[in-house]
């Protein structure tokens, strides 16, 4: 079965900081991978994607995300963060084999400090 | 703003009532979704839709039912509702890959209607 984690519900970086957002997943067969940023009251916005390729895949408003496929980990990242940038964060798998379903993780709370 | 619109934004209803939530999208994609997101929790699949065809039904309870009348619209049917049922009711979109069932492409999704059950 697919499964993405999440381990930090609460992120806090002062602002300018670099900042990680940390996803680790696990699935039967090689994964596409997904981030998601949501706003309080506002859908959930595509921030970049992970196919295949370059391990290090550039995305919307500056970040960036990691694809480690030995540590089965696709971290977010900014190298300087924003205080507009704090929001609720989702990585999300799809699993090529059984692919229609789309699993998101628990999602991490970033906290950008003025 | 989001390519995908939601309406209405806002719904209350008692548990008798019936009332349909909306979703549109121009974008061609021939893929759609709802989800339900409870605070601070992962949306969470109900329904996906792929090529105006029911194609995913994930055990949702039969008093939500939804609708695809064409490749653009989306609507989820409510009737009967339970106060556990309040939530985002998310809809989203994709384009399908021919051939690879759409994997690879991002979701799309709207701002979601804000339901509470009285």
């Known amino acids: 079965a697919q499964s993405v984690a999440q381990p930090e519900d609460q992120v806090n970086v002062a602002e300018g900081n670099p900042l990680t957002v940390k996803c680790t997943y696990s699935v039967s067969g090689n994964p596409y991978l997904f981030w998601y940023v949501q706003y309080p009251n506002r859908g959930l916005q595509f921030l970049l994607k992970y196919i295949t390729g370059d391990n290090l895949v550039k995305g919307s408003y500056g970040f960036e995300a990691e694809f480690n496929k030995s540590q089965t980990s696709f971290h977010l990242k900014k190298p300087s963060a924003l205080v507009s940038d704090s929001a609720l964060y989702f990585c999300?798998?799809?699993?090529?084999?059984?692919?229609?379903?789309?699993?998101f993780g628990p999602g991490t709370r970033l906290s950008v400090l003025p | 703003d989001t390519e995908v619109t939601q309406t209405p934004k806002h719904l209350v209803m008692g548990m008798t009532n019936k009332k349909s939530l909306k979703c549109e999208q121009h974008?061609?994609?021939?893929?759609m979704y709802w989800y339900k997101q409870k605070a601070k929790k992962p949306p969470e699949l109900m329904f996906v839709?792929?090529?105006?065809?029911?194609?995913i039904n994930e055990s949702v309870p039969s008093r939500f039912s939804p609708e695809c009348p064409n490749s653009s619209l989306l609507n989820l049917h409510l009737h009967a509702l339970q106060p556990e049922d309040s939530a985002l009711y998310l809809c989203?979109?994709?384009?399908?890959?021919?051939?690879?069932?759409?994997?690879?492409?991002?979701?799309?999704f709207g701002d979601g209607t804000r339901l509470s059950i009285l």
């Open positions: 989203a979109s994709s384009q399908v890959t021919p051939g690879q069932g759409g994997n690879m492409q991002p979701q799309h």
């Open positions: 999300a798998v799809r699993d090529m084999v059984y692919g229609q379903n789309f699993v």
């Open positions: 839709y792929s090529y105006e065809k029911l194609s």
């Open positions: 974008m061609g994609h021939r893929a």
